[in-house]
């Protein structure tokens, strides 16, 4: 197979419809006719001698020859974007580019009304999807340009992705209002002795702060657990459960509730938020801007 033989789009169109699961999102996502892309999928099938997707249903799912190749062909179109895009400046007023940022969605609530406000009024054609971060394959994703960037608590990640801190967000309580053991203070004695609420994406395990008071050698009481904070404050509205949660979305679902927010009666670390890049995007225009519009919707908060 020799370079000069290849149409470099062809592996644009792989990777669409890799990504989108068949012909007709991936001809939505890259603007072209689905006889189009279908013409693509079968020079490429003879190129690879092997059909790539075998048809499911609705669905395209790769053959393990094409999951075999899209990661390198993923960082290879990659550092080619980067390279050109390196090369020429990003204008954000004129650019229909889409941005996939990860956030977790305690962060999605408080982020994204004064994020799209800028969005918005500075780049009106540009698309941003936000997605659930799957931490295991954040770094692999950052890197292949999947995910443009990321908001998330400190992960572990290799020195490959940069990282800043953009917002210190405390524990609190979160109480309804004519709850009959807690009025407007809290005191670690009536904290353990109450019911509580873990939020949680996972199955089993202790939350952050199960971890502290196990250390101080203390327990509390879980009574309910479930995924999201929204739901969880619900609760707290019609029941006597209360809920340890960050600060800053408890200030956005309180009054949805007229929950009352309290100090949390112990020493705990902040629920930090940090944004997420790789290294290979730190000079890209387009990286660089969107980084700085995340950055500055956190300190407009």
């Known amino acids: 197979m020799h370079l000069n033989r290849i149409d470099l789009n062809l592996f644009v169109v792989l990777d669409a419809i890799y990504t989108e699961g068949g012909i007709t999102p991936a001809a939505k996502k890259l603007h072209l006719t ?13 190129m690879f001698g092997d059909p790539l997707f075998e048809r499911e249903g609705r669905s395209m799912v790769p053959t393990p020859l094409a999951r075999r190749v899209i990661e390198p062909l993923r960082r290879t179109l990659r550092s080619l974007e980067i390279t050109l895009n390196e090369a020429s400046q990003f204008d954000p007023a004129s650019s229909e580019k889409r941005f996939t940022i990860a956030v977790r969605d305690v962060l999605e609530s408080t982020l994204l009304p004064t994020f799209m406000q800028r969005v918005t009024k500075l780049a009106p054609k540009v698309e941003i999807a936000v997605v659930r971060a799957n931490r295991r394959e954040l770094e692999s994703e950052l890197s292949m340009g999947t995910i443009d960037a990321a908001m998330d608590v400190l992960l572990p990640l290799t020195d490959s992705v940069k990282r800043k801190r953009v917002a210190l967000d405390p524990l609190v309580v979160v109480a309804r209002k004519d709850h009959p053991s807690v009025k407007r203070k809290l005191n670690l004695v009536t904290y353990l ?13 202790p939350g952050l702060e199960d971890v502290e008071l196990d250390r101080q050698g203390l327990q509390r009481r879980i009574r309910l657990r479930c995924q999201h904070y929204f739901s969880a404050c619900r609760v707290v509205s019609q029941t006597d459960l209360i809920l340890t949660m960050p600060e800053s979305y408890a200030r956005v679902a309180g009054p949805m509730f007229d929950n009352q927010i309290i100090a949390l009666p112990f020493d705990m670390p902040t629920m930090d ?4 890049w790789h290294g290979n995007a730190e000079t890209e225009p387009a990286n660089r801007w969107l980084r700085e519009q995340l950055i500055q919707s956190f300190e407009k908060q």
């Open 34 to 46: 689905q006889p189009a892309i279908s013409h693509a999928l079968g020079r490429l099938r003879e």
């Open 193 to 205: 002795k109450q019911n509580h609420i873990l939020v949680s994406s996972r199955r089993a395990g």
């Open 273 to 276: 938020a940090y944004l997420y």
